[in-house]
């Protein structure tokens, strides 16, 4: 009688308020079951696109030009161990023996000016050598340096060379006249101005000491205000210096 009743009341139950209970919980385990499902597609459907990329292809313009890419040189193998030996620096040898100079070149490297010299004419000094201080002029009539010395001497005197050596030069100057330029070695020149027109020796002779290289004149403009003479100079490396120093 019992079991009859509750089964009475629960169909009540069921055929009453319970059924829209159950229709409730049906309802919503379906939407939960469609969310769920909607989820799992788009999930899907992402990962598909992401694997497969756009299958559409892009052409390139063709008329745009490229820059040329540099081809890069081949890579040289690097040398093996047995290269790398066999090449080694020459074994120097020892010093050769000392080429010994010739007695020529010997010669040449010992070539001193001569201590024997000679006056190249015999006269007065009219006119000292002085290129640190100032001495009259007597053809410009002002106080400037002389560099050689005016040894008095009439025209056509034969000049002479004050020592051995070689005619380097024989020319005309403006302003000194016909000048004749010995070389005497280690450095030593002499040069001989004021003389006539005509010399006796020419570039390139031998001369030794007293030896003529021509005569007195009168062809050095700068000094025709100074009596017949001969204007001696001696130059060592370049550099003026006093004739006395030798003559004497």
């Known amino acids: 009688m019992r079991n009859q009743g509750f089964m009475k009341k629960l169909g009540d139950f069921v055929l009453g308020k319970g059924f829209y209970i159950v229709l409730f919980l049906c309802v919503a385990a379906i939407g939960i079951s469609g969310y769920y499902l909607i989820q799992t597609v788009a999930?899907?459907?992402g990962t598909s696109a992401q694997a497969g990329g756009d299958a559409s292809v892009t052409i390139p313009d063709q008329s745009v030009q490229r820059p040329v890419t540099p081809v890069a040189p081949p890579v040289?193998?690097?040398?093996s161990v047995t290269q790398e030996r066999q090449?080694?620096?020459p074994v120097q040898e020892d010093d050769p023996e000392p080429v010994k100079q010739t007695e020529t070149e010997a010669e040449a490297q010992e070539s001193t000016v001569s201590d024997v010299f000679t006056w190249p004419v015999k006269g007065a000094v009219l006119r000292d050598f002085s290129v640190e201080t100032l001495s009259l002029d007597p053809t410009m009539g002002d106080w400037r340096t002389h560099g050689g010395l005016d040894i008095a001497a009439a025209q056509g005197v034969q000049v002479l060379s004050i020592s051995?050596?070689?005619?380097?030069?024989?020319?005309?100057?403006?302003?000194?006249?016909t000048t004749v330029v010995v070389d005497h070695g280690g450095g030593l020149q002499?040069?001989?101005?004021n003389l006539a027109a005509e010399t006796a020796v020419a570039e390139g002779d031998q001369v030794e000491i007293g030896s003529v290289l021509?005569?007195?004149?009168?062809t050095a403009i700068a000094e025709v205000g100074v009596e017949p003479h001969v204007h001696l100079e001696t130059i060592l490396n370049g550099v003026q210096v006093d004739p006395k120093e030798y003559l004497d």
């Open 164 to 177: 051995a050596g070689t005619v380097a030069q024989v020319y005309d100057d403006d302003l000194m006249g």
């Open 76 to 79: 040289q193998d690097k040398p």
């Open 190 to 193: 002499s040069w001989y101005s």
């Open 87 to 89: 090449t080694v620096e």
């Open 43 to 45: 999930m899907d459907t």
């Open 214 to 218: 021509g005569t007195v004149g009168g």
